[in-house]
């Protein structure tokens, strides 16, 4: 049984409830974030905190609780879990609204799940993206609007894919729901902007640059011809390689070694955390 936090009450999950006037219903008018703890312990809360926040300050959401309280809800949570490790996700909404219009009081929600890893085989393997012409709107905000990939699930089944590979105008900005970076020689480039700046993408950028010349910048679809490997970040795919973008074939078709030295470096750091 998992546990959450709504307004104050704390209950198993499947008790919690939204009402129906809520703005996220209405309007579609919410922000979330999503973390996991390794070893009971949130990981890079600090960095999830302040991108909660920045996500909140730019939909006009005030912070019902500060960091300090917030913690404490999260570890309770995580204590009520029998400490054992599990997804974090924070929900806040526009709160109920008499006009179906005007934010009034937000609505925050911070919900306990189980993890769900990425299958073995996936990093042994790699996998395939398709290429989607689409930017989304207030990247930096990590929005509940993902209307986008749920549209397109079927495209992406038929094409034998995992994700959308977000471009416009032949620039590369990010996946659905994770960054994008390739790797040229000693050189990892990842794209810099109409992007959430992940957290995962700021951990492997600092673990990379011990070893690799890390460029934030703009990445053409063109600079996919000569790349090495590719590979993507997030919260529960930590680095995982992609071998094939559409018809595109990244560097042999293989999962690279410098992704998956990449990757071991990552096992370290959340074994230690």
Not at 75 to 84: K, P, Q, S, V, Y
Not at 192 to 209: D, F, K, M, P, S
């Amino acid at each position: 049984m998992h546990y959450g936090y709504f307004n104050g009450t704390v209950a198993p999950t499947d008790q919690l409830a939204i009402g129906v006037t809520d703005l996220s219903l209405l309007r579609g008018y919410g922000l979330f974030d999503y973390f996991l703890t390794y070893n009971g312990r949130p990981f890079q809360w600090d960095w999830y905190w302040e991108r909660f926040q920045n996500s909140a300050s730019r939909m006009h959401l005030p912070l019902p609780l500060c960091k300090e309280e917030t913690y404490a809800v999260v570890m309770n949570l995580i204590e009520r879990n029998g400490g054992a490790d599990v997804a974090v996700r924070f929900v806040m909404t526009g709160g109920y609204s008499a006009d179906s219009i005007s934010i009034e009081q937000p609505n925050l929600l911070i919900l306990t799940e189980a993890i769900h890893p990425v299958p073995p085989v996936q990093y042994e393997q790699g996998i395939k993206v398709i290429l989607d012409e689409y930017v989304r709107e207030m990247a930096e905000v990590k929005s509940t609007d993902y209307k986008r990939v749920i549209l397109m699930a079927e495209a992406i089944r038929a094409a034998g894919a995992s994700d959308l590979l977000y471009q416009k105008g032949g620039e590369i900005s990010e996946l659905s729901r994770s960054n994008f970076f390739l790797v040229k020689g000693e050189k990892i480039v990842t794209p810099n902007r109409h992007i959430l700046h992940g957290i995962t993408r700021r951990t492997v950028i600092g673990i990379a640059q011990a070893d690799f010349r890390v460029e934030e910048r703009p990445v053409l679809l063109s600079e996919l011809y000569d790349a090495e490997e590719a590979f993507t970040t997030s919260s529960t795919k930590k680095i995982l390689p992609i071998t094939q973008i559409g018809d595109l074939t990244i560097g042999d078709g293989k999962v690279g070694p410098k992704s998956k030295f990449l990757l071991e470096r990552f096992d370290e750091l959340i074994a230690g955390w």
